[in-house]
């Protein structure tokens, strides 16, 4: 499948632990913000989103964290299962003005059986 | 499967030609966005349109333009292509194509530009 990158931050864990993948934004004005997985040869998929207004949002097998002071977003994954083995990227959404949604490269994270 | 699809999957080309992208999105789905994917760059957003209408324009090149019918697929057109446009290009689509984005894009599998 095809690469979505070379030089990405790389996490590996073993089966069945939990992963915490992390993303900066850059502009407090952002107000919604999703988590992607791609897997290699794939388009992005949605994960969970997030609004401003909140700080925690969770999901099956995943949690959002938002700390608006220090603009960092992370992604929780509990018990990761090997099927998890893919790039995880963040984007931001900014309110108001220009609608272009930021994308962050991304961490791959593999997944030890 | 996200129920968007692109054409083609893979496509090799030479410098100074022009090719067409194509994208159907979800049934249902009014809007589509088209994305940039390369190497060194993240997901990098060109132009969406809804109902047949452009409704934002991102990092698109004067080189690049897209269009979407009224059967609502969409195409994408690159000319005069250079080394540097190699990369992936997705599509998107949702029901609202909300200003700016609230709601979930569901991503086509992808085409595979490789310009040689």
């Known amino acids: 499948g095809e690469s979505v990158g070379l030089h990405l931050p790389t996490l590996s864990v073993q089966e069945g632990d939990n992963s915490i993948i992390n993303c900066a934004y850059s502009?407090?004005?952002?107000?919604?913000f999703i988590w992607y997985k791609q897997e290699s040869g794939k388009g992005p998929q949605f994960i969970i989103d997030i609004r401003s207004n909140m700080d925690k949002r969770q999901g099956q097998r995943v949690t959002v964290l938002l700390n608006k002071t220090v603009k960092h977003l992370s992604l929780q994954i509990a018990a990761t299962q090997p099927g998890d083995s893919a790039v995880y990227f963040c984007a931001e959404n900014i309110a108001g003005g220009s609608y272009i949604p930021t994308f962050g490269r991304g961490t791959s994270l593999i997944v030890h059986p | 499967d996200s129920g968007v699809t692109q054409t083609p999957k893979h496509l090799i080309t030479a410098t100074g030609q022009r090719v067409t992208l194509r994208c159907s999105p979800r049934?249902?789905?009014?809007?589509v966005y088209w994305y940039q994917q390369s190497l060194d760059q993240g997901l990098q957003f060109l132009i969406q349109y809804y109902n047949g209408e452009e409704r934002a324009k991102g990092n698109i090149l004067e080189r690049f333009s897209a269009q979407q019918f009224p059967d609502l697929h969409s195409e994408l057109n690159l000319s005069s292509l250079e080394l540097g446009d190699s990369a992936l290009y997705f599509c998107?689509?949702?029901?609202?194509?909300?200003?700016?984005?609230?709601?979930?894009?569901?991503f086509g599998p992808g085409t595979r530009l490789l310009v040689l």
């Open positions: 049934s249902g789905d009014l809007s």
């Open positions: 998107a689509s949702t029901f609202q194509g909300s200003f700016p984005l609230q709601e979930t894009q569901y």
């Open positions: 502009n407090s004005a952002s107000d919604y």
